[in-house]
């Protein structure tokens, strides 16, 4: 069984940023792409950004393409979130997922464990 646990959510303003972390436990994950994903208040959950296990190839939908950055250290079984300029578009729920597979991915469906989610709310 493989828990990940997200963290470094919260209030910030228009412009700020903020850092979530992914850490995983239980068996190794360092050899599967990871990805994040948000779901704002009724709206569906979707693809924000994707790394796959080696950290060499990345992903992001394009709204915060400039803005985030996903990366990992696979010796820590972490992702991290790197989110500057942040907009209140940008206040979801942020969800941490894990693949079964090598690369990158942006299809939900083919992320087999994810976390419980931490909340990023940016004020205008």
């Known amino acids: 069984q493989v828990q990940l646990v997200e963290s470094g959510g919260g209030l910030v303003q228009a412009g700020g940023s903020l850092r979530l972390s992914c850490a995983a436990s239980?068996?190794?994950?360092?050899?599967?792409?990871m990805g994040w994903f948000r779901q704002a208040p009724g709206k569906e959950r979707e693809f924000v950004a994707a790394i796959s296990w080696s950290g060499g190839s990345t992903s992001y939908t394009d709204s915060v393409k400039g803005r985030f950055t996903i990366s990992r250290d696979n010796a820590k079984n972490t992702v991290y979130l790197q989110m500057n300029s942040l907009k209140p578009e940008d206040t979801a729920v942020y969800y941490c997922?894990?693949?079964?597979?090598?690369?990158?991915?942006?299809?939900?469906?083919?992320?087999?464990?994810w976390g419980q989610g931490t909340q990023v709310t940016v004020s205008s």
């Open positions: 239980g068996r190794s994950r360092s050899r599967y792409a």
């Open positions: 997922a894990s693949t079964g597979g090598l690369v990158v991915t942006t299809t939900q469906y083919e992320y087999n464990y």
